[in-house]
């Protein structure tokens, strides 16, 4: 299953793991007339190094569980652990309540945001709102011939359903598997939903081109008979009670994606 960041055109891809010069000021150009003598710009720059990160969706089963149905039961097994690497993804990428933790996770590209809330659900408020939203995004300079905008799928298609007083559609471009909004292309995603709040939806309008990411590409099933592991959800270091698999007849399964942002 594809995530949101293979979903999303514009990304800067770049190495993993070496220093990188990040433009922070561009240089100015300029015209240059008959013998004159030709302007020199400057360029400001910060450095930056982006260290892999690592998901991973792991499970246990046994032995008997995967001889019992062959290679259906491998191949299953691995679609629905890449399906919860990606579904995790999508949150940590998006979702503002998912801050840095060095050394384990980055921070999601809306972290910080100061976000506008709904004025309501009729054309004028979401009107309004939109225009609150483009406004932000260009108050920090925002390019807007690059702009992208991610949202729940139930809030594209609520846009899509609106109409104006003619009760032709106000937005007719855009639907739930996303499309365009005001020219701006639309992803959409089930991360834009809040946690613990399954009425609570959000977008994030944002440039692609401003986000760096760092992806080995390298999505694989790793599988193990002969190790010790702990069966837990939240597994701990230190000394733990730990579970053979091979005293056992279990297998454990994983899918990781080493990725950063």
Same mark, same amino acid.
């Given at each position: 299953?594809? &995530?949101?960041?293979?979903?999303? %055109? ?8 070496? /220093? ?29 190094? %982006? ?13 008997? +569980? ?13 679609? !629905? ?7 995790? &993804? ?12 060095? *050394?384990?996770?980055?921070? &999601? ?10 004025? *309501?659900?009729? %054309?004028? $408020?979401? @009107? $309004? ?9 260009? $108050? ?6 690059? /702009? ?13 359903? %609106?109409?104006?007083?003619?009760? $032709? ?33 959000? /977008?994030?309008?944002?440039?692609? =081109? ?16 002969? =190790? ?11 000394? @733990? ?8 007849? +279990?297998?454990? +399964?994983?899918? !990781?994606? &080493?990725?950063?942002?």
């Amino acid at each position: 299953p594809h &995530s949101l960041v293979d979903r999303i %055109l514009g990304l800067r891809q770049v190495p993993a793991n070496i /220093a990188m010069l990040r433009v922070t000021g561009a240089a100015a150009a300029g015209w240059i007339g008959e013998g004159a003598p030709r302007q020199i710009g400057q360029f400001s720059f910060e450095r930056e190094t %982006l260290l892999y990160d690592k998901l991973a969706c792991t499970t246990v089963v046994t032995n008997e +569980l995967l001889h019992a149905s062959g290679a259906i039961a491998e191949m299953v097994f691995a679609h !629905e652990l890449a399906r919860g690497v990606a579904q995790f &993804s999508d949150k940590a990428f998006i979702d503002p309540a998912f801050a840095a933790i060095p *050394g384990v996770r980055p921070a &999601s590209i809306s972290y910080g945001l100061t976000a506008i809330s709904s004025s *309501g659900a009729t %054309l004028a $408020a979401v @009107q $309004a709102d939109l225009k609150a939203l483009f406004a932000n995004f260009v $108050a920090v300079d925002g390019a807007l011939e690059r /702009a992208m905008l991610i949202m729940a799928p139930r809030t594209a298609l609520a846009l899509g359903m %609106l109409t104006g007083s003619g009760g $032709a559609p106000a937005f007719p471009n855009i639907g739930p598997r996303g499309g365009t909004l005001l020219g701006v292309p639309v992803v959409t995603s089930s991360a834009c939903i809040a946690d613990g709040s399954p009425s609570d939806a959000f /977008a994030v309008l944002f440039d692609p =081109a401003q986000i760096m990411i760092a992806d080995d590409a390298d999505v694989g099933v790793k599988v193990a008979r002969h =190790a010790a592991v702990q069966m837990n959800t939240a597994p701990d270091t230190g000394a @733990q009670q730990l579970v053979s698999l091979w005293q056992n007849d +279990l297998t454990a +399964l994983s899918v !990781e994606r &080493s990725i950063t942002w």
